[in-house]
């Protein structure tokens, strides 16, 4: 019997137009019916998830920052936090601004970054959404900001192929971090020693539950940890070919309702 139940969110709750499907949010209610707690496990920081809480109707610990950050979405409830120390942060920003990549800054109060598309698309998120649930996006050039806010992640942005591999070996000689890719073009750069694995570990240990009683789903190489972490280990149909040679059990697209399909073939 599965007591926890852990889901990544893009590409695998979330279908291709960022939505929560029916079947998904059905089943998930199915699980939290008969006793089993479910998490969720993000690259996100919480600034750009308070819609899909009151969504997923959520009301446990969320992982977030890919494992840098454990809380409470609606209390003031910090189960685990870590951060990124400033002056690797600076070191990373620099990096970035050597190659033109985009980046963004992720905090448990805001997300700081230069425009970008990416920042431009948060904007347009939020001009749809209610005051409770909008993100504190602050756009500035000025990196005194470091000295205000602490990260706990920082996500890269490089389109270009080949540039993406030369940040790879740029990122590589950076001590002290973690990093790891959420998608295509996507690098998210955290911590020493975090991941959605050894979080989801933490989680575990504080409830008392097992590891033969966790179920995982992702789709991202970002979820490798948990995914192979967990007593079953979910892949999305969609899920990068990596990830799915390790998983337990490869499931349907997200846009197919793969966790729900999953749900309902092995704990209903």
Known sequence: MYKLAVFDMDGTVLNSNHLVTTENLKAIKYLRSIGVKTIIATGRPSELLKKYMYDLEVDDYVISCNGSVISHPFKDDVLYESTLEKDKVSEIIDMCEEGNHDYLVYTRDAIITKDNPRARWFKEINKMLGEKEKGNLIETEDHSFIKTFI????????????????????????EGIEFTQSWMGAMDISPLNNSKGIAVKKLANHFGINQDEIIAFGDQLNDMSMITYAGLGVAMGNAEEELKEVANYITDTNDNDGVAKAIYKFVK
């Open 151 to 174: 990260p706990n992640k920082i996500l890269v942005l490089e389109k270009d192929p080949v540039k993406y591999q030369e940040l790879i070996k740029k990122v590589s000689k950076i």
